[in-house]
């Protein structure tokens, strides 16, 4: 897979990402700052580090699931590894502005 390749398909994982709501905020989790990074080989391997809005996050397990589903369906993707790190702490200055009027009704 070319470099090009490899950035439509980033693009591509991102639009995924994209449709994944927090169940407590309501934000989508790449507007809100919870992707900390996508990496893609060239073979279509996707490693994901993500976090939550806090360490003990109930929906911990149903994000990174769901991170999983939505992406290992995206076309050229191959495996999906998708990691939980606390490292930076997630803070709200994360969130995108576009994101704001979502979290300032909740």
Known sequence: MSDDAVNALVARIYDAL????????GGNIVDLGLIY?????????????????SRGCPAAG??????EASVIVVDGVSRVAVELVYEPRWTPDRIRASALKVVSRH
């Open 37 to 53: 990074e996508v990496t893609v080989d060239t073979d279509g391997v996707v490693a994901i580090a993500m976090t939550t809005t």
């Open 18 to 25: 994209s449709a994944i709501l927090d169940p407590e905020i």
């Open 62 to 67: 149903f994000l990174r699931d769901a991170v």
